[in-house]
């Protein structure tokens, strides 16, 4: 199970950290952050490779959003710095054991999705 939190709503140029809180997994668990923005298809935001903690960022949020994980693997984060309005969007964590480097980024590849936090800024 995957539960996300802390969306809200944000004036520009604040910032937002999101959580999921990832249970019920035994293996390791590649992990993402993906977006629907309004009336668009969901993309990839940033993930996590479980193998060695590489990551991946979308070029539009490249400077602006850092994906980290605690220590135990077991919560998700992701900074959102200096948010705009082109940000906008319904936040979904994915996580999937089986995911390889070069898929990070493909939604289709994720098993296991959370409920997804919105995110509004202003």
């Known amino acids: 199970q995957l539960v996300e939190s802390g969306g809200g709503s944000v004036q520009a140029g604040e910032s937002l950290r999101l959580s999921c809180v990832a249970s019920?997994?035994?293996?390791?668990?590649?992990m993402g952050w993906f977006r629907r923005l309004p009336g668009q298809e969901r993309e990839a935001v940033a993930a996590?490779?479980?193998?060695?903690?590489?990551?991946y960022y979308a070029d539009s949020v490249k400077g602006r959003f850092t994906i980290s994980q605690d220590g135990a693997k077991k919560t998700l984060f992701l900074k959102m710095d200096s948010l705009s309005p082109e940000d906008t969007a319904m936040y979904y964590c994915?996580?999937?054991?089986?995911?390889?480097?070069?898929?990070?980024?493909?939604?289709?590849?994720?098993?296991?999705w959370g409920q997804g936090t919105q995110v509004t800024v202003s």
């Open positions: 996590i490779y479980a193998a060695d903690g590489s990551t």
């Open positions: 994915a996580a999937d054991p089986f995911v390889s480097r070069g898929r990070l980024t493909r939604d289709d590849v994720y098993d296991y």
């Open positions: 019920g997994y035994t293996l390791p668990m590649n």
